[in-house]
């Protein structure tokens, strides 16, 4: 069965980095028939698609975000990550590792939950 | 404010049937077959639903359906039980540079 992990600081402060890993079990991630992606809610809120990655490496980001968001892959580990830079309380939220088929996302991390605060 | 727009309720009875609206535009819902609908429960990951517009994955119930027309995709839940009490939230795929796109999302109620 398959299995996404995110990992992370809970806590980061106002205008430091946020970095965030998603580990996968049990497919590669360099599978051709999915994508990998980060989705987050903020509490209370609804779903925000943040970023995705391809398995040719190639990225796509949340326009509203992708001045501050790197997003990339280890496939040695089975691995892909996020870092969104600049971060303030509005990036306060729930982060979930997601992968995508067909642009549905199918199987879905537990999320992490990522609060900025000094 | 989300890219696709949903009712903020709904609400229906046990054995009854509801429907969520999702509407978009053309560079979205109406442009492509690739709406998707998932189910989150209280502290629980979403739950993909209905994906390209009306397949349910292995595992869902057929009460659960989606449908299109034009700039609106559609989630119905027919037979409603209690454990269908969720948020709902709809999404599209709108090209390579964007793909993926959510509704606000709908609290259904069984009521």
């Known amino acids: 069965q398959l299995q996404l992990q995110e990992s992370g600081p809970g806590l980061v402060k106002p205008s430091e980095t946020l970095s965030l890993t998603c580990t996968v079990s049990d497919d590669s991630i360099n599978n051709v028939s999915y994508y990998w992606s980060w989705i987050r809610q903020p509490p209370g809120k609804g779903l925000e698609w943040v970023a995705t990655i391809y398995y040719t490496g190639s990225t796509s980001y949340n326009p509203s975000l992708k001045s501050r968001v790197t997003m990339s892959k280890d496939t040695s580990k089975n691995q892909f990550s996020l870092k969104l830079t600049s971060v303030s309380a509005a990036d306060t939220a729930l982060y979930y590792c997601a992968r995508l088929r067909v642009a549905a996302a199918d199987y879905w991390g537990q999320g992490t939950l990522v609060t900025v605060s000094s | 404010q989300s890219a696709l727009t949903q009712p903020p309720s709904a609400s229906g009875s046990p054995g009854q049937s509801v429907t969520i609206s999702c509407t978009g535009t053309s560079s979205d819902v109406g442009g492509y077959n690739y709406v998707s609908w998932y189910q989150q429960h209280p502290g629980k990951a979403p739950k993909l639903m209905i994906y390209e517009v009306s397949k349910r994955p292995s595992g869902v119930p057929d009460r659960f359906s989606g449908s299109k027309s034009g700039n609106t995709a559609s989630l119905t839940v027919s037979g409603l039980q209690t454990e269908d009490e969720a948020d709902y939230y709809c999404?599209?795929?709108?090209?390579?540079?964007?793909?993926?796109?959510f509704g606000g999302g709908t609290k259904l109620t069984v009521l």
């Open positions: 999404s599209s795929y709108a090209g390579n540079s964007l793909p993926k796109v």
